[in-house]
């Protein structure tokens, strides 16, 4: 699809460019549900903020040692799980291409390769994603949604100024796919969606990533770590051990704050978090007897939204209303027959799109396929 950009929503409906669906959100579940309808023959394109795909599932590259080494973490889940038979079967194919390892075969936990983000970058091919468009404004004209973005000086808009807000295009199923928070900014007043997702809660976390000298921890030290005791530190991630990373002589851990920890220094300059974040880190390696070394580089993430803990509950999985608008996300409640088990961010987020799309497809009558592209 070619983007036209036109200020006002006019007269000249038929101008615009038209999708059959349009998804604003490259995360898990956008991608889940554009892949499903494009292999149903529709017509459908995404709209993502970011400038890659992933979402609370991507990753990030750094360089270090004078830039001249290249290497990459996951910034959002550390790995995901797979507890129901659609979602194993997914990452079995997906297996098969290599795209992804069964790192904990007890668990169900995969990861993908080389980095976590590899996941969406795979269900994202052949889709039309439109990145770095951040949607700031939906609007409901001639029953079709409207889809506004204010975009800043560009190529494709030299004239534009910061203000300027412009259609991108119109639909007449539009998926929010991103966090509820987000898609609740989206909606227009009043929106009987509103009411479902409004008093859902996330957690916000931090996330610090250290990159330490080669060679400077050893593999046996680092899996030695048994003692673990903060309010600071939910969870350490030995980043370069997961398979497929390159760079393995480079210890990478990442640090997940507490959500609790996180809530009381969210405004805090992002140095001062990762100073307080290795200091802890630091007491955990000291309680296993281990000395840590300086690191050579930090990134560090603020995550406003990371997961769910109270779910969307009494719906199928997903919002679908008559208006064209429909949301599927990692909030909602997926009714799985797996008994006593809980279904964790990444599954969810997958499952809510694939019942929305099941539900689209069967309110519509066409067929889906059965297979992962
Ligand atoms: C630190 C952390 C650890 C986690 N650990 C785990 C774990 O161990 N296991 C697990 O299963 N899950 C975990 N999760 C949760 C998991 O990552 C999410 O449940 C899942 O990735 C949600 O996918 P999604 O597609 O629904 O949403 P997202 O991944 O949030 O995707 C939404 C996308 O929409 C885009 N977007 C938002 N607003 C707009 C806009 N206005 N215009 C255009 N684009 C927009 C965003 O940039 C984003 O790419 C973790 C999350 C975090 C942050």
Known sequence: MTLQTIKN????????????????????????????????????????????????????????????????????????????????????????????????????S?????RNSALTRHMSNSINVNFSEKISRIEFKNDKWFLFCQTQADARQPQASRSD??????????????????????????????????????????????????????????????????DVIANISLEHLKPGRNLTEFPMIKVTSTSGWAKQHLDKHFDDIASYLFQDLNKQFSLNGIATPDYLKQYTHRWLYSQYSNLIKGTKGYLSFSDGIHIVGDYFDV????????IDGVERAFLSAHKLVEHLAE????????KVK
């Open 110 to 114: 995969y990861v993908a390769e080389p």
């Open 335 to 342: 009714q799985t027959d797996i008994e006593g088990q809980s």
């Open 165 to 230: 807000e412009f259609v991108m295009a119109c639909c007449h199923h539009l998926i929010l796919a991103m966090p509820a928070e987000q898609a609740s900014a989206l909606l227009p007043a009043g929106h009987v969606a509103e009411s479902w997702i409004a008093h859902t809660e996330s957690d916000p976390v931090f996330v610090s990533c250290f990159i330490f000298p080669y060679g400077s921890m050893s593999v046996s030290d680092l899996l030695s770590i048994n003692q673990f005791s903060s």
């Open 363 to 370: 309110q519509s009558q066409y067929a889906l396929s059965s």
């Open 9 to 108: 929503v006019d007269e000249n409906l038929d101008d615009y460019v038209s999708c059959d669906y349009i998804v604003v959100g490259a995360g898990v579940s956008g991608l889940t549900a554009a892949q499903a309808l494009q292999s149903a023959g529709k017509n459908v394109c995404v709209f993502e903020k970011a400038r890659g795909t992933g979402g609370r599932l991507g990753s990030k590259r750094v360089s270090f040692e004078n830039e001249n080494q290249q290497g990459g973490f996951d910034l959002g889940a550390s790995a995901f799980c797979a507890k129901t038979e659609l979602f194993k079967n997914y990452l079995g194919e997906l297996q098969a291409l290599n795209k992804v390892t069964l790192v904990d075969p007890v668990a169900s």
